[in-house]
């Protein structure tokens, strides 16, 4: 099955054709896309984006399409911004690429020091993923735990049901979907699951605390962290619970004696409706991920920050043998750090966070205005939403269909399961806001009928 090749070196190496066609036909022989089934993308309608502007993607054939879901929930003030970009060129005339192995450079010191002070937390750890930054937590936390007196005993983690906090192996082992997570299994760590409501039911959310308590009670001893995506579990398909709940939890890890682990990959810079949730739920925690937005969707750049505390079990001779032993090639890389820090001139100057009360309003408003029989719930926090519809049979692929129609009145949005998502640029207007809503509704009709 997996034979050795016998037709080395193959193809002499051509400039593709730049028509449409011909680059959907290369992408079709050579392109191995993410978190899609190559049968259904072989003969589903493809786009290829040519550019940007603003919230709008612009297809090779010139179409455009309001980009509701950020480029996967990364994009914060549009495309084609002119401050990132000119940040973006300012930093490529000095250095595009230097190693914080042993260096360091001044975009990443301003940047670390501005995230400290939104965040409260006093070090950066730079990675280039939200996968990683969850994996340096796992591994700060443990690490942690076993160069602390007493803290030996402390090898596992706890983490939400249906969790989401990336792909790599570490952060897939605290993850809790199985229909992405389940085939790694025999490759993972166990960890202690605590129960979660799909929706801040007072009811569902005082059972899942006395669940909690229990499991505290009983793991509490083996614990390393509890790592949690406060207020929205977003890859589960945007499953919500309330701020006081969250703030239980983390005050019942706390007493166990777990280091306190936000992923705040998708909900941070403003998603939620605050620059961070965690600022919702009143809670501090020891380690906080960052990554999507952090650039303003511009560049690979993630961050894991740290209490000074955390740092200090880290801190000794070098052969005390307590340094962490991790860093990637990119680390910190200087063009995006340049491109964050212009998207947190942005929030600061145009005071983004205040302006997005008729955006998040629109979003509520449009959400509610989706009305085709087969909705089933509605999901809102901040300008993270879903607009769950069935039943369907899984086979038929309803939701996917749903989304893939949007785009013919110029809407790209995504499903997760049965919700379709939505999660628009903090810079769309209330007016592109409720053309996605209203897109979404019309393609349920054309779709279901
Ligand atoms: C997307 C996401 C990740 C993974 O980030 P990548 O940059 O895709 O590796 C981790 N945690 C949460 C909550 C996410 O939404």
């Given at each position: 099955m997996f034979a050795e090749r016998t037709d080395?070196?193959?193809?002499p190496d051509r400039a593709p054709p730049m028509d449409t066609a011909g680059l959907l036909d290369l992408d079709l022989r050579h392109v191995w896309h993410p978190f899609t089934q190559a049968d259904e993308w072989a003969t589903e309608p493809k786009l290829c984006i040519a550019s940007a502007e603003g919230v709008e993607l612009i297809d090779t054939d010139g179409k455009r399409y309001l980009d509701a879901v950020s480029s996967l929930w990364c994009n914060v003030h549009g495309h084609r911004n002119p401050r990132i970009d000119a940040a973006i060129r300012r930093q490529l005339d000095t250095v595009a690429h230097t190693t914080m192995l042993g260096l360091t450079h001044a975009p990443a010191i301003e940047l670390a020091a501005r995230l400290c002070a939104l965040t409260g937390l006093d070090r950066v750890f730079y990675s280039d993923s939200g996968s990683s930054a969850v994996e340096v937590a796992l591994?700060?936390?443990?690490?942690?735990?076993?160069?602390?007196?007493?803290?030996?005993?402390?090898?596992?983690?706890?983490?939400?049901?249906?969790?989401?906090?990336?792909?790599?192996?570490?952060?897939?082992?605290?993850?809790?979907i199985d229909l992405f997570h389940g085939v790694y299994r025999p490759l993972l760590f166990d960890c202690v699951r605590i129960p979660c409501p799909d929706r801040p039911d007072p009811e569902a959310e005082t059972r899942c605390l006395a669940q909690a308590r229990t499991l505290f009670a009983e793991h509490g001893p083996t614990l390393a962290g509890f790592v949690f995506e406060p207020l929205?579990?977003?890859?589960?398909?945007?499953?919500?619970?309330s701020a006081s709940f969250l703030a239980g939890l983390c005050a019942m890890a706390r007493e166990a004696g777990a280091l306190l682990i936000a992923d705040e990959v998708a909900t941070g810079f403003g998603r939620t409706g605050t620059m961070f949730a965690l600022e919702q739920a009143?809670?501090?925690?020891?380690?906080?991920?960052?990554?999507?937005?952090?650039t303003g969707g511009y560049l690979p750049l993630a961050a894991t920050l740290a209490t000074e505390a955390v740092y200090d079990c880290f801190r000794g001779p070098y052969t005390a043998w307590k340094t962490l032993f991790h860093g990637h090639t990119y680390t910190g890389n200087p063009l995006a750090c340049a491109a964050a820090l212009a998207s947190l001139d942005i929030f600061r100057d145009d005071d983004v966070i205040a302006g997005l009360r008729p955006k998040i309003e629109a979003l509520r408003n449009g959400i509610l205005l989706i009305d085709h029989r087969?909705?089933?719930?509605?999901?809102?926090?901040?300008?993270?939403?879903?607009?769950?519809?069935?039943?369907?049979?899984?086979?038929?692929?309803?939701?996917?269909?749903?989304?893939?129609?949007?785009?013919?009145?110029?809407?790209?949005?995504?499903?997760?399961?049965?919700?379709?998502?939505?999660?628009?640029?903090?810079?769309m207007t209330p007016e592109q806001i409720r053309r996605c809503t209203g897109a979404i509704n019309a393609a349920l009709s054309r779709v279901v009928g």
């Open positions: 080395w070196p193959p193809r591994k700060m936390a443990f690490q942690a735990q076993q160069q602390r007196p007493g803290g030996s005993a402390r090898t596992r983690f706890a983490a939400l049901a249906e969790a989401y906090h990336g792909d790599t192996l570490g952060s897939v082992s605290v993850g809790g929205v579990q977003g890859a589960a398909g945007m499953r919500m619970h009143g809670v501090t925690v020891d380690l906080l991920c960052v990554a999507k937005g952090i087969t909705v089933i719930e509605r999901r809102q926090r901040g300008l993270m939403a879903a607009v769950r519809i069935g039943p369907f049979a899984t086979d038929a692929r309803v939701p996917h269909r749903v989304a893939l129609a949007c785009r013919e009145d110029g809407v790209i949005v995504r499903c997760l399961g049965d919700a379709i998502v939505m999660m628009p640029p903090l810079s």
